[in-house]
């Protein structure tokens, strides 16, 4: 070979080996440090997450692995979500996203919450396992989140599944509350919230349950179980303990009623369907309070329980009471009520002073009793022919009243 040939063979091997390459790496160093590809990543995150994202900085330390520096991620311009700093990295074939640290904005729960179901949506089979040190809620009646950690997969029937658990900072718990979400393709998702035994005070629960704020701010809940199926038409069932329940928050403030005192709620099983209460069962437990005669007198009509015949007539008149005991069970638009005082002598009592029973449960001709006379019993005008009273409409929007076609539910439930 020519001396020249092979001096031009040896500058393009030395040009293709060592100057491009060097050039390429510099070259893709500058374009991954520019605004260009900043701007490009922060596209291609909001595409992936459905939420506008931005960030300050990121980093690529090794191949499969990503960090970045303040990751905010955006609702109508405002910063939803905030993370200081968050790693996902893929080991094993799944995707492990780790942050020390996150900032939540409750203002914009409800658009966090329709975008994380469009995303376990459309999410692919990989599993996705995220571990947050702690998330701080701006909101004042949540406590902080801490020891988060979530694992998502595709069960073997094509179901997306993902399961929470967390720590609710400053509330006595042995066990993590969790919660589970399952995700079909097509359909409402499946959802499920297990408290176990962490004290959750009432303004907690109201946040997230607003039904929940007719038991009292003082009202702690434990063992709280919520489960849906399919959606807010779909049926839902209920269970849980509430403690120190302010029976005039729950009486006083929307009947023309008086009843004072706490209680207790057992609530073994309760089923919504479409948004109406099929079936309950349960037990409410008091002590030491006041109830009017007009209550009496109306539970009496109504409810069918037999107050001593001794008590004073006058339906402004309040009783006091040592103990309130009440089991009861809702099902098929009819109610059944029994008297469960633990102090009373007297089996049956539903209402009890410290030497006798007050008032005693129905008798047994008496036991069933339609759901609709539970609405007569608090209105204490009587007016619930129809729902004349905005609190009956509103106990109607909740009980399902039998119709005619129903009656052999009746039957059926006497057997």
């Keep these: 070979m020519h001396e020249a040939t092979h001096r031009f063979l040896c500058r393009i091997a030395f040009l293709a080996i060592c100057i491009l390459p060097t050039f390429a790496t510099f070259g893709w160093i500058g374009y991954r440090r520019s605004s260009w590809a900043h701007t490009a990543i922060e596209r291609r995150l909001s595409d992936e997450l459905g939420l506008k994202a931005t960030f300050s900085k990121a980093y690529n330390p090794r191949p499969g692995k990503y960090v970045l520096q303040d990751l905010k991620l955006h609702v109508v311009q405002q910063p939803a979500i905030t993370l200081p700093l968050i790693e996902a990295e893929e080991q094993g074939g799944v ?8 900032d939540l904005s409750w203002t914009h729960r409800r658009r966090l919450w329709e975008t994380l179901c469009e995303r376990l949506a459309i999410a692919g089979d990989r599993p996705i396992a995220v571990q947050i040190g702690m998330i701080q809620i701006d909101d004042p009646a949540i406590p902080h989140l801490t020891q988060f950690a979530s694992h998502t997969k595709v069960d073997a029937t094509g179901l997306r599944r993902s399961a929470v658990q967390f720590s609710l900072d400053g509330i006595s718990a ?3 509350v969790t919660v589970k979400l399952a995700a079909p393709v097509h359909g409402d998702m499946e959802i499920t919230f297990d408290g176990r035994d962490a004290q959750i005070p009432s303004s907690l629960l109201s946040a997230i349950f607003p039904a929940a704020r007719i038991l009292g701010d003082e009202a702690t809940f434990e ?18 303990i509430a403690n120190d329940i302010s029976l005039a928050s729950l009486i006083n403030s929307h009947f023309d009623h008086t009843l004072t005192g706490k209680a207790n709620l057992h609530l073994m099983n ?7 209460l099929q079936s309950a069962e349960g037990w409410l437990l008091g002590k030491h309070g006041t109830v009017s005669m007009s209550l009496v007198q109306d539970a ?8 001593r ?4 007539t006058d339906r402004t008149f309040l009783t006091g009471f040592a103990e309130l005991g009440i089991e009861f069970k809702l099902s098929a638009g009819f109610l059944t009520l029994h008297g469960c005082c633990q102090k009373s002598q007297a089996p049956g009592a539903v209402l009890a002073d410290t030497q006798r029973a007050l008032v005693m449960e129905p008798s047994a001709e008496d036991a069933l009793i339609p759901a609709a006379g539970l609405i007569a019993a608090l209105d204490a005008h009587q007016r619930v022919t129809v729902p004349a009273t905005a609190e009956a409409a509103k106990l109607l929007e909740w009980l399902v009243i039998p119709a005619v076609a129903e009656e052999p539910l009746h039957e059926e439930f006497r057997r």
Aim: aromatic share 8%.
């Design 174 to 176: 042995t066990e993590p």
């Design 309 to 312: 015949t001794d008590l004073s």
């Design 223 to 240: 063992q709280v179980y919520f489960q849906s199926t399919g959606g807010v038409r779909g049926p839902i069932t209920i269970k849980g």
């Design 270 to 276: 309760a089923m919504l369907v479409d948004g109406k």
């Design 95 to 102: 995707w492990r996203i780790r942050a020390p640290q996150c």
């Design 300 to 307: 009496s009509y109504h409810l069918g329980v037999r107050p």
